[in-house]
Every structure is written in structure tokens, then in C-alpha cells.
């Protein structure tokens, strides 16, 4: 995958970010954007252990989205204003939706919840 890198007095911050346009999907947790391949090979940068994406074609269909609206692309979410504005502010570097459409399906949902995660 394409990734950037960014060097901070601390740590280097890895981003993931699209490595075609055609397949754009955004996690409807997160709002993160990758395409369809990056989603079934890494996961969900933020949400992976909630919604284990990883190696499974069919709940990335079903947690994520091709439905949104607007990019963001973030280095520095924690120097950010956008960042702290659509309270992304803990998540990976990488690009986000403003606005994602869609719901999770019930199931899925209810097992976040019960994780004592908020969505």
C-alpha cells in the first residue's frame, strides 16, 4: 500500500491512504476512506479490533460505505483544527469522510455497544 510518512519530534505517524480511486469505501464507525482491497488486507486503521475487517470481503461490504461526502486528509490529527472540529482527533492519520451515509446492521451495532464502545 501507498503510504505517507510523517516525522514528529516524538514518533514517525504512518498514514494509510487510497491507493486507487475507483473502489472508495468509508467505515461507518470512523469515517475512514480506503478502497475495497485495503479494507479486506488491513482493516480499519481505528476500528479494527470493534469490526475485524481484515480477510473478510462480506463485513467490509456491510461496515463500510460507498456513500459519503467530502475528504479530509489528515498528518497531524491531534494538531489539527479540521481534526478536532469533526472529532477525529484520536484516529490514525490518513483520510476521512465528512459525512458518512448508511448504518451498520443491527447485529454489528449491538456487538459494539456491548464491547462498551460508543457508536
Not at 86 to 103: D, E, S, T
Request: net charge positive; aromatic share 10%; charged share 20%.
Amino acid at each position: 500500500p501507498f503510504l505517507l510518512y510523517r516525522w514528529s519530534r516524538v514518533k514517525m505517524e504512518m498514514a494509510s491512504i487510497p491507493t486507487e480511486l475507483r473502489t472508495l469505501r468509508a467505515c461507518m464507525v470512523c469515517s475512514l476512506i480506503k478502497n475495497y482491497q485495503q479494507f479486506v488486507h488491513e482493516g480499519c486503521d481505528n476500528c479494527e479490533s470493534l469490526l475485524q475487517l481484515a480477510g473478510d470481503g462480506e463485513r467490509v461490504t456491510v461496515c463500510t460505505t460507498t456513500s459519503y461526502e467530502g475528504t479530509i486528509g489528515m498528518m497531524a490529527p491531534s494538531e489539527s483544527w479540521v481534526a478536532k472540529w469533526q472529532r477525529l482527533v484520536k484516529f490514525k492519520p490518513g483520510c476521512y469522510a465528512i459525512a458518512v451515509h448508511g448504518n451498520l446492521p443491527r447485529e454489528i451495532a449491538n456487538e459494539i455497544r456491548s464491547s462498551g464502545s460508543r457508536y
